[in-house]
């Protein structure tokens, strides 16, 4: 099993800069204070379609032959990275295919639609998103890019703790929320050849805490039908992220559905910016644990602002 490194980071960054925003870290005096800690958001709400997912898609797609990107690319995902994949596939001029389960949010159909994908819907499980997906990848010659269980993926996913850590020196803590793991891994090795000394830590909602338990536990536990709002955070982790994760992760937090949402109205009412559940988990371990992080310096990685807007918990 082949790991990325923090070279493979490197030149991933350099590939997709050309590509992606180098979105903004910003503060908030107030949730300093609330916290008792200093907190650097590094908020990729305003990445191309809304979330971090788009640097690892367009790593990539833009490392693809131009004999493999012509047959196209393909993937199973209920909403961000489908989105990114399919923006990234258009902006190489080549064809995406995504299949999307039918229970997906509206809002990211309509996006991942808007980006000029081929969308195939199917059953919400996991086994009929693989098997769908490849289907039409024996029948067209698609290069599979999955989610986050993919070495050009999580190196492109790295690649947000590096701007950060160019930013803002000192960081004693490193945080991000933890689903299939990608942005995890990818900000591990980051942070681990960056500033050795900085704790790097996931945040995971306690009613999908699959993550949090193998880690635990030393093996990987599948997700079973958890049911939390953070809905970019309801799939088992991938296996080369596993791997990493074990290498380079110090902890894994959990957090409730109340303090999630708590922390998703805190970060809107305070900071102005509008950030998906799932971004709001890392805050919310936080909260639900301040005592460890009383005075500390601590970079927050806000994975993504896609939320639909006619189902806000608040």
């Not at 490392?63 to 909403?79: F, I, N, P, Y």
Request: charged content about 20%; glycine content about 8%; some cysteine.
């Amino acid at each position: 099993m082949q790991l990325p490194t923090f070279t493979d980071i490197l030149a991933a960054h350099e590939l997709i800069k050309p590509y992606i925003h180098r979105t903004p870290v910003l503060t908030s005096q107030s949730i300093n204070k609330l916290m008792g800690c200093e907190l650097f958001f590094k908020c990729e709400n305003f990445q191309k379609v809304g979330a971090f997912k788009f640097r690892g898609a367009t790593n990539a797609v833009y490392s693809l032959s131009d004999a493999e990107a012509a047959a196209g690319v393909g993937t199973h995902s209920s909403g961000n990275h489908a989105a990114a994949l399919a923006l990234a596939a258009r902006m190489r001029g080549i064809q995406s295919y995504i299949v999307m389960p039918s229970n997906a949010p509206e809002v990211k159909k309509i996006a991942v639609a808007g980006y000029g994908a081929n969308i195939t819907f199917c059953e919400p499980t996991l086994q009929a998103r693989e098997q769908t997906l490849q289907r039409l990848a024996d029948e067209l010659g698609l290069t599979i890019v999955h989610p986050y269980n993919n070495f050009r993926v999580i190196s492109g996913q790295g690649t947000a703790s590096v701007e950060l850590f160019e930013e803002v020196h000192g960081l004693e803590v490193v945080i991000c929320p933890v689903g299939g793991g990608g942005l995890l891994s990818g900000t591990a090795i980051s942070a681990r050849s960056i500033s050795p000394g900085c704790r790097v830590i996931a945040g995971e909602p306690k009613a999908a805490d699959d993550a949090f338990r193998s880690f635990r536990d030393g093996y990987i536990h599948p997700s079973i039908q958890p049911q939390t709002i953070a809905d970019g955070l309801l799939t088992s982790l991938g296996e080369l992220n596993f791997e990493i994760i074990r290498q380079n992760v110090d902890e894994i937090l959990t957090a409730s559905e109340e303090s999630i949402v708590a922390a998703m109205r805190m970060i809107w009412e305070r900071m102005k910016i509008i950030i998906e559940p799932s971004s709001a988990v890392p805050l919310a371990t936080i909260m639900e644990n301040r005592d460890k992080f009383t005075g500390l310096r601590i970079g927050i990685i806000l994975s993504g602002g896609n939320v639909e807007l006619t189902k806000l918990p608040f």
